[in-house]
Structure formats: C-alpha cells, structure tokens
C-alpha cells in the first residue's frame, strides 16, 4: 500500500507594486542654449567625468551653459532626503532645462 | 542617482544618468521601482575606479552620443502592464518538490528549501497580530513594492519561523522600512547584511539563544527570524543575486541569525541592556536592526583589570573598524557593535566602567591617520573625499582637521555614543565580538514589538 505525497496550495511570495505611475519629461530635440544641471552622488570620478562633458558638448551646442554639481550638493548619502525634497525648487530656481546625473557604479 | 533623476523628470526636467556596464540591471530594477522604466541611461563601459584618466576621457568621449539621446530624444516606451497575483491567490499546486523547483525557478527562495506557504499556515500567523492583512507597512525600494503584514506572514512560513514570532517578523519589517535604515541600499557593492537584535521578554518567551554559539545557525528562533529577514529583501525589497538583479553586493555574505542579549547578566553588572540604551525598558520587547558589512576576529582578552581588556578591545575590534571607518566619517554616522563575553564585561565593570566609559576609551584610542582616512575613501570610491572639506561644510567635528599633517591621527568612532555595546556569548569563557555596520546604509533601527 503506498500513501500519496501530499500536495500544496502555495501563495505568492511577493507583494503589490508600490511604483507610482509616471511618464518622462517632454524633450527639446536642441540643446542649443540649453541650461543643464549636473546632479553627483560624489562618487566614482565625478569630479573628472563632469567636466570631459561640459567640454564636449560646449563645442558641440552653442549656447549650453551649465549648472555644476557643487550647487546641488550630493545625492546620495547623508543629505539626500533633504535634496530630494528641494531638488525641483532648486532645477527651477536656476533655470535648468534638463540634468545629468551621474555616476552609477 | 536615478532617483535623483526620476525627481528631475517628475518636476518636467528631462535627465540622462551615468551607470556603469556592471550597473544596468540593477539601473533597470530602480527605474521601474521609482516607476519610470524607460529613465534614459548612457552607459559607461568598465569600471571607472580602475580607468586612468585617458580612458575615462575615451570613454566619456564615446558615451555623448547617448547623453544628448537622452536629453534630447528619448521618449517613453509603451508599457505592458502585467497583473500580478493577489495575496490569496493560488499559484501552484504541488507537491514540495514541484513547490522547491518552482521558487527557486522564479527566484523566491534563498536556496534552501523553504516551507510551503499555503494559505491556512499563513493564516496561523496572521493569527498572531492584530494588524489587518493588507496593511501596509512601508515601501520596500529598490524594487518598490508594499510590504504587507500578508507578505510579512508569507515570508515567515517560508522561512521556517514559528507562527507566534509573527509579532517580531512585522517589527523587524516596520524597522528596515524607516527612511534612516536606507533599505534602498541594501543591495549596494559593500554587501551588507542586516542584523536583527531581539530584546527583552519576547527574547526568553521565543527561546532566542544569548548564550554560547548566539551567533550559529541552530537555535530556531535566531536562525529563521535572520532568514526571513533575507528572504524578504529579496522577495519585497527586490535585493536578488544572478541570475536576479537588485542586489550587487559584490562578495557580500550571508544572512546573520538574529542575536539576543544576555540581559540578565548585564543586569547583573549594573549595566543598561542594550534594548535600555536604545531608549526602551527592560520590561519592552524590542527589535532593532542594523547593517553589519563586517566581523572582527573573536577578540580574546584576559586580566584581571578594565583597562587590560579596553586595551585589546582597542586593538583587535577597533582594528576592523578602521578600514572602514573612512566611510562612517564621509557620512559622519556609523554605528559598530560590539558583543562583549559576559565574563569579559564582568570585569570591567566590576573595575568600576560603564558603557559610557568603555565607548570613551574606544573613541580616544582608536585612530587612523588622516592620510589612510583619505586613502581608503578613495578607493572605495569617494573620489572627492577629504577631511578637511568636510569638516569645513560642518559635516564633521574640527577634531578631524587640527593641523594638515597627513600624519595627524583622527578618530575611528565619529559619534562614540553611536558604538552599540552588548553583553552575549559564552559565559565560560573571556571571547568578544564586534560587528562593523556600513555607515549610514542600515542605520541601527528600534521598534517595540
């Protein structure tokens, strides 16, 4: 006589996405006079990588002037809550069009 | 970063951001967390720590074509919404092997076998709480998802807990939910493991080991309640290793059992229970969590004497600290524990030190030069750090910058109230632990069970 190995109803493990809806900004297709922000976390050769860029796309788009990451301060770390919560204040404040943020790693 | 980004594109700014190679699965699991999937990213190739500064300019170089894509001309992509199932609803039917192979297939166990969560063993442990099943506790980021006192119970049978721990289980979960325990970055490169810390009469009640071998898997309540902590991260938090994303903890470690205190002991001593020094009293049961990055050697010290044992301490605990200490000052907060024998801290304060004591000769005696400070924040990755800019912008104390003598000798411990100090361990014989947390990543958490 052979007993059958039970079977399990088993439930998901996971939870509801909490992820609000969201769409990205609308773009301009020039960065001619453009003002762009530069957001760093302050890590990983920012302080290099920052300024190869604004070099770059100087020559390339007349006009561009940027915002450089000293005025925003780190996003990451210490005092991110608190920039998070004053960034669109600030993006607004100095007139930003669009931003870089760097560095992922 | 892509948070700050997503913030950006929220308030009608479009963004690009920098993610190396190695980061972009784990860039896509955040954008769709702050739920803009389709965040614009250039991606540089390699690993910006190791690239002398021609090959950062060469790839940089390389990477403008995708910085002005994404200023200029990205655009959202149409998403597919996939309905996901609800708390009660069945998704397999099996025996425990066919139930084994399809949580490991879809990435919902931690490798080991786990216990089926049908719905009557849930139910056994939402038997235990008061709180309604779809509550929500908090937000779990990076993946972004509600942790619910549902989930909570899932993950508890999972993980081998006993049903009346469910009161722990969601007290661990409303700590690590706290914005200052940063469970956003529990997946970062350090790989840091959170460490659960049980205090007062639930520890007793629910058999918590604090004795010899506290930190062993073995004892069932510290090793499920550590092991659902986990397990949960990965499940809610989205923290999953390859073939999973989330997680980057580069070597990382696995999952620390959660510890108890000796309380009677350090009653015994005339000392605070470490549930006390977080602000509770001895008669609250209290969970607290905190990051551990690293463990120190069994720090073995003998005499007769407090200061012959604060001496070693120094040495050997305060020795582990300090590689990383160069971090904890960047963030000027870390929180480090040390687990003191109970014969150990015996002595100590039969010589007449408190707590407070002992965490003063630590932050006196334990020091690293400003040069290795610089020298380790580098290479970790804080390219910028020094500190003397820091103590400029007030993030730290002026002690940290008395002359510019690379020479100069700082102090390991930022904050010597924040060093967590606890009585556990093998009462036969004079061994300490400590446990080094990672800064500001896990910051030591408190909630009342």
Redesign the interface.
């Known amino acids: 006589m052979t007993s059958a190995?039970?079977?399990?109803?088993?439930?998901?493990?996971?939870?509801?996405?909490?992820?609000?809806?969201?769409?990205?900004?609308?773009?301009?297709?020039?960065?001619r006079g453009k003002t762009?922000?530069e957001?760093w976390?302050?890590?990983?050769?920012?302080?290099?990588?920052f300024p190869?860029?604004r070099t770059?796309?100087e020559a390339?788009y007349p006009g561009i002037r940027f915002v450089e990451f000293e005025t925003f301060g780190s996003?990451?770390?210490?005092d991110?809550?608190e920039?998070?919560a004053t960034?669109?204040g600030l993006?607004?404040q100095h007139g930003?069009?669009?931003?870089?943020?760097?560095?992922?790693? | 970063m892509l948070r700050a980004a997503a913030i950006a594109e929220r308030a009608g700014v479009p963004s690009v951001s920098i993610v190396t190679t190695p980061f972009m699965q784990q860039a896509a699991v955040v954008s769709k967390g702050v739920g803009l999937p389709s965040l614009p990213i250039a991606e540089y190739p390699g690993v910006p720590m190791t690239d002398g500064s021609d090959a950062v300019a060469r790839k940089i170089d390389a990477l403008l074509p995708q910085i002005v894509a994404g200023l200029a001309g990205a655009r959202d992509v149409a998403r597919t919404a996939v309905a996901e199932p609800g708390p009660r609803d069945i998704v397999a039917r099996g025996t425990l092997d066919e139930v084994q192979e399809l949580y490991h297939e879809n990435l919902w166990s931690d490798g080991l076998p786990v216990i089926p969560p049908t719905i009557d063993r849930v139910e056994r442990f939402l038997a235990q709480t008061r709180r309604a099943p779809d509550e929500v506790i908090g937000r779990l980021l990076p993946e972004n998802r509600a942790a619910t006192v549902w989930s909570i119970a899932v993950n508890g049978v999972m993980a081998g807990c006993r049903p009346e721990y469910m009161p722990v289980l969601v007290a661990i979960v409303e700590a690590i939910a706290e914005p200052i325990f940063r469970v956003e970055d529990a997946g970062s490169t350090p790989g840091w493991e959170p460490l659960v810390i049980v205090s007062g009469p639930i520890a007793r009640r629910l058999d918590l080991n604090h004795g010899q071998g506290v930190m062993r898997v073995g004892r069932q309540a510290n090793t499920s309640l550590g092991r659902f902590l986990r397990l949960y991260l990965r499940n809610v938090a989205g923290l999953r290793i390859p073939p999973g994303a989330g997680d980057k903890g580069s070597i990382a470690g696995s999952f620390n059992v959660a510890l108890a205190e000796d309380e009677d002991a350090s009653a015994a001593l005339g000392w605070p229970t470490f549930g006390a020094d977080q602000g509770f009293t001895r008669d609250d049961s209290v969970v607290t969590v905190q990051s551990v990055v690293s463990i120190s050697p069994p720090i073995y010290s003998a005499g007769t004497r407090a200061l012959e044992h604060a001496r070693i301490l120094a040495e050997v605990f305060g020795g582990a600290c300090s590689y990383w200490s160069a971090i904890g000052m960047k963030y000027a907060r870390w929180e480090p524990l040390l687990v003191l024998g109970p014969s150990i801290a015996r002595v100590i304060a039969d010589d007449g030190w408190s707590k407070e004591d002992l965490r003063r000769y630590l932050h006196e005696h334990v020091t690293i030069t400003a040069r290795q400070a610089e020298t380790y924040a580098l290479q970790v990755g804080a390219t910028s750090f020094t500190l003397d800019a820091h103590v400029k912008a007030g993030v730290l104390p002026a002690s940290y910058a008395t002359s510019s003598d690379p020479e100069r000798t700082v102090p390991v411990f930022v904050q010597p109230e924040k060093i967590g100090i606890l009585v556990a361990g093998d009462p036969g014989r004079n061994q300490s632990k400590g446990y080094v947390n990672n800064h500001i990543q896990g910051g030591r958490v408190s909630k009342r069970v």
Not at chain 1, 75 to 78: A, K, N, S
Not at chain 1, 96 to 105: P, R
Request: proline share 9%; aromatic share 6%.
């Open positions: 190995e039970p079977v399990y109803d088993v439930v998901w493990p996971l939870a509801p996405s909490a992820a609000p809806p969201g769409s990205l900004a609308a773009r301009s297709q020039d960065l762009v922000g957001l976390d302050y890590l990983f050769k920012g302080e290099e990588i190869l860029i770059a796309l390339r996003t990451h770390g210490r991110e809550k920039l998070a960034l669109p993006l607004r930003c069009d669009a931003v870089i943020s760097a560095v992922g790693a």
